[in-house]
């Protein structure tokens, strides 16, 4: 059987790919860089620390695992997951912080390929940015190579967030704005991978869209929505009476989260949040603040801050919420629209956030850029709370969709037909 070697700088969605890749019996070996569910020992001894004294970086650490992935498919490079980790915090401009995952990506890959488990598979999972050097060698050595494209290519993705830069001048709380000077060799990177891969999967239409425009043939693409654990996002309450048309009680509850920054589009969920009465919106914010502080001081009475939530309480926002929404200018796929969706929350979000949303239906999608449309798609759910009923129960109705058997299916179809050429 064809076995898969998965190379994976940090978390992403809570390892999703290695461990179901695992469930199908297709997991050589995961890579990694920081990560606790192989060393249970140091974890015990972590977890014996008072929660009050236990410091952040050790509480994150013990999120660095899996229950399902077994500690012996596991390698992780700790000194590679520490050193990334301060560099990332001493880094004060995006120019700095794209030096540094450049130099942590070289760094990864060196460790893997000196590494004697490195031994088997016959296909390596990569990630963009990543993995260029890793393909290089597993190509010459006769495997075949797969990159995730996890966000739009870099080249369009500057452009765009130049492009937001320049819309919002002061608004950025970053010491550098507008796109680093390291652009150009982090897009040429991604092309070389693309390059050296046999398939790129992509999260959305809206990547594969960018690739294409890039020059990669749509043959080489396999669009691969992700997935979500149903146990863990169940299903918001609603009334069981349906409420006539147009009534509510108090204001309408709506979530966003992620970074509170340019590229999140919050700059126009701040002026959409403006043009509806502060009384029937309440909008809360949860996530790391990027903007400046003095414009968020003026910001509409109805958003609140919540700053970063950990991921144990998300689940408790996506109950109190009516409505997501994100209008972003650049994703790859949002995790947070799944969530939400499978929490049986209706999504408001941009074609740029990836998000699996069927207009009309479980959401609406509004263009980028367009505080109006926004504005306009909350007005309606807090005129027809029918509407907003009907929504919710769309999103409930096909949970299965987002769920992880359906994302676990189509991981194994990508490796099956990858296998089978």
């Not at 999703?16 to 990694?32: D, K, M, N, Q, S």
């Not at 893997?112 to 190509?139: K, M, Q």
């Not at 349906?242 to 509510?248: D, H, I, K, L, V």
């Not at 850029?369 to 807090?382: E, G, I, V």
Request: aromatic share 6%; charged share 25%; hydrophobic share 45%.
């Amino acid at each position: 059987m064809t076995t898969v070697n998965v190379a994976m700088l940090g978390a992403r969605r809570h390892y999703a790919v290695p461990r179901l890749l695992f469930e199908a019996g297709l997991l050589e070996r995961f890579f990694t860089d920081s990560y606790s569910g192989n060393k249970p020992g140091l974890r015990r001894a972590v977890q014996a620390i008072p929660d009050k004294l236990r410091p952040a970086n050790l509480e994150r650490w013990l999120g660095r695992a899996d229950a399902v992935l077994p500690p012996e498919r596991v390698i992780s490079f700790e000194r590679l997951g520490w050193w990334y980790a301060r560099a990332r915090r001493r880094a004060r401009t995006a120019a700095a912080m794209q030096a540094v995952f450049e130099e942590s990506a070289r760094r990864f890959n060196e460790q893997i390929l000196a590494h004697p488990a490195f031994s088997g598979g016959e296909i390596v999972w990569g990630f963009n940015g990543a993995s260029l050097d890793l393909f290089a060698a597993s190509r010459q050595q006769g495997r075949r190579c797969i990159v995730e494209q996890t966000i739009l290519p870099k080249r369009l993705a500057t452009q765009l967030l130049a492009e937001e830069a320049a819309r919002w001048p002061g608004w950025d709380a970053r010491a550098e704005s507008g796109p680093p000077p390291s652009a150009p060799v982090g897009a040429l990177r991604e092309q070389q991978e693309w390059a050296l891969a046999k398939r790129i999967v992509a999260g959305s239409a809206f990547v594969r869209d960018g690739l294409i425009q890039l020059g990669v043939a749509e043959d080489k693409i396999r669009v691969v929505p992700y997935g979500v654990d149903t146990v863990r996002f169940r299903a918001v309450e609603t009334a069981a009476e349906e409420p006539p048309a147009g009534a509510r009680r108090g204001p309408l509850r709506v979530l966003f989260a992620g970074q509170v920054g340019l590229r999140k589009g919050v700059p126009d969920l701040l002026q959409a949040l403006r043009r509806l009465p502060a009384n029937a919106i309440e909008c809360r914010l949860a996530g790391p603040i990027g903007l400046a502080a003095d414009k968020l001081r003026d910001r509409p009475a109805s958003a609140q801050l919540l700053g970063p939530v950990p991921r144990s309480r998300m689940a408790e926002l996506f109950r109190w919420a009516e409505v997501f929404v994100l209008p972003s200018i650049v994703e790859g796929s949002a995790m947070v629209t799944y969530e939400a969706l499978m929490s049986g929350v209706p999504v408001i979000a941009t074609p740029n956030a990836g998000a699996p949303v069927r207009d009309e239906i479980d959401g609406t999608l509004v263009p980028i850029r367009d505080p109006q449309a926004l504005a306009d798609a909350l007005q309606r759910y807090l005129d027809d709370a029918r509407e907003l009923r009907a929504h919710q129960a769309a999103a409930l109705n096909d949970r299965e969709r987002l769920g992880l058997d359906a994302y676990r299916a189509n991981l194994v179809d990508v490796v099956g037909t990858l296998a089978s050429r």
